[in-house]
């Protein structure tokens, strides 16, 4: 995911920092570090019990990124670049 534009990943975290009232460097300085505390807390419960599942076992995670939808937000991030 390294190979993906900077300005896409920013208007990105601006959204999502927006809709959970996290501000944007709090938001990408948690995520660097592997941290998900402003995401989870923006959550209800059973939606952040079952992301913490999903990061927590590879295997969930593999097949939500083999999904059609996550391939084309992939390939939309990164201008189609593999």
Known sequence: MNNIDPKKITGLLNVVSKKIGVPPEKLRSE????K???ALSA???SDAAR???AVNNP???EKMMSTPQAKALYAKLTGGKK
């Open 31 to 34: 995520l660097e570090e592997g």
């Open 51 to 53: 992301f913490q599942q």
């Open 36 to 38: 998900f505390d402003s």
């Open 59 to 61: 295997h969930i995670v």
């Open 43 to 45: 959550m209800n419960r």
